[in-house]
C-alpha cells in the first residue's frame, strides 16, 4: 500500500492518536460479531494507520539523524 492511498484524517493524526485508533478497533473487533465485510474495512483501516504511524516514525528517525549530525560537525568544528 503506498502513502498517497492513506486517508487525510489518518495523515493528520499523530503516533498516539493513530495508535488509540488501532487499539479501539482491535478491541471492537474482539468483542463484536462484525460481518466479514466490516471486519475487512476495519482490518483496512488498521493496515493504512500502522502505515502512517511507519512514515511518521521514519521522518522522527531522519530528524534525529540530522540533528546527531549537525551536533557532532559543530564538536568536530
Known amino acids: 500500500m503506498k502513502l498517497k492511498n492513506i486517508p487525510a484524517d489518518i495523515k493528520s493524526k499523530s503516533i498516539k492518536d493513530a495508535q ?5 478497533i482491535l478491541e471492537a473487533l474482539e468483542n463484536s460479531g462484525a460481518n466479514l465485510e466490516q471486519s475487512l474495512d476495519k482490518y483496512n483501516r488498521v493496515t493504512k494507520l500502522n502505515l502512517h504511524i511507519q512514515e511518521k516514525f521514519k521522518i522522527k528517525l531522519k530528524e534525529i539523524n540530522n540533528s546527531s ?9
Open 69 to 77: 549530525l549537525k551536533n557532532t560537525k559543530n564538536k568536530d568544528s
Open 20 to 24: 488509540n485508533e488501532i487499539k479501539e
